[in-house]
């Protein structure tokens, strides 16, 4: 089953959303900052969807991996991933 181009880019839009208010959170340390502003800007390219999931995943399963995140913030990155893995 494929999205429509209007579903795929509500998914989209909504990710970045969530991903920008995780961002903002005091409690996310900066390299993981960092990490989701690329992530936003990967989303915001003009590529095809499946290469912006490919690359945010790779990018968010190197965050998830890392030893000094909130387990807070590791739910979260998991719940992007998630809601990335529906629009692929």
């Known amino acids: ?3 429509s181009k209007a579903k795929l880019q509500e998914g989209i839009s909504e990710v ?5 208010t995780l961002k ?3 409690s996310v340390p900066k390299n993981i900052k960092l990490k ?6 990967i989303l915001n390219e003009n590529t095809e969807v499946s290469l912006k999931v ?3 995943l790779h990018i968010l399963d190197e ?3 890392d ?3 909130q387990p807070f913030v590791r739910t979260q990155i998991w719940n992007i ?3 990335l893995e529906k629009l692929n």
């Not at 970045?16 to 920008?20: A, G, M, Q």
């Not at 989701?36 to 800007?41: F, G, V």
């Open 16 to 20: 970045i959303k969530f991903t920008e």
């Open 54 to 56: 490919g690359k945010c």
């Open 1 to 3: 089953m494929t999205l």
């Open 81 to 83: 991933s998630s809601m």
């Open 36 to 41: 989701l502003e690329s992530i936003i800007s």
């Open 63 to 65: 965050i998830s991996e």
């Open 67 to 69: 030893l000094n995140i």
């Open 24 to 26: 903002e959170d005091d």
